[in-house]
């Protein structure tokens, strides 16, 4: 098992602004994966990241949105940037192939 | 493409009473598939999971078996209690080759469990 934690936990964040989230692993992994859960619904991957290589974003996501940083295999960061209220979510760290864990999340509200 | 379904709810039961949270899949290969649950408050944590086809798994009393002729993936529980109050998350992960996978979650059923 791998324990996660993320910061912030929750912010409140105003338009036009971004935020940087957080995430560290208590083991070193060689995937992180970040995803986006908003109100009311379900999971949606936003974009995987090794370590050393540029991260690959899914389908609707790009990078000057969403820039993520993995510095080593402990440690990412995920930047939502220039926010709308249409970001507001919950932004969740994640790390394993089969049977991933997830962080405890990042709660996002954009006035 | 790939897809879960699972049931909408919110779902509310006495305490003891028996539960089932329906889901179905739809893959074109063979996927495994996931129960997950997330607590007030908390991250999504692994309940449980199944590889391959007729495979049970189980947890705290929870189980869900991989039924391929009906790709179905229901998870039951014979009691529940007040703790179990949560939502609970089917997923599957699919194989993109070279030990990646694909992830797909479906919308999520919470549960709310009284005393």
């Known amino acids: 098992s791998a324990v996660i934690s993320q910061k912030p936990s929750r912010d409140i964040c105003q338009r036009g602004t971004s935020l940087t989230i957080q995430c560290q692993v208590d083991?070193?992994?060689?995937?992180m994966f970040w995803y986006r859960q908003q109100p009311g619904q379900s999971l949606t991957l936003i974009a995987t990241a090794n370590q050393g290589s540029e991260a690959t974003y899914e389908s609707g996501f790009v990078i000057d949105k969403f820039p993520i940083s993995r510095p080593n295999l402990t440690f990412s960061t995920l930047t939502v940037s220039n926010m709308s209220p249409e970001d507001s979510s919950i932004y969740l760290c994640?790390?394993?192939?089969?049977?991933?864990?997830f962080g405890p999340g990042t709660r996002l509200t954009v006035l | 493409g790939n897809s879960v379904t699972q049931m909408e709810g919110p779902v509310t039961l006495s305490e003891e009473a028996f539960l089932t949270i329906n889901c179905t899949y739809t893959a074109t290969g063979y996927p495994s598939l996931f129960w997950y649950v997330q607590y007030p408050g908390e991250g999504l944590q692994l309940l449980l999971k199944?590889?391959?086809?007729?495979d049970k798994g189980s947890n705290k009393g929870f189980e869900a078996t991989y039924r391929k002729e009906t790709t179905s993936f229901h998870l039951e529980k014979g009691s529940v209690q007040v703790s179990d109050s949560a939502v609970y998350f089917c997923a599957l992960s699919d194989t993109l080759g070279e030990g990646t996978y694909k992830y797909i979650f479906g919308t999520g059923t919470r549960l709310k469990v009284l005393a």
């Open positions: 994640s790390v394993g192939e089969q049977g991933k864990f």
């Open positions: 083991s070193q992994v060689t995937m």
């Open positions: 199944a590889t391959k086809a007729d």
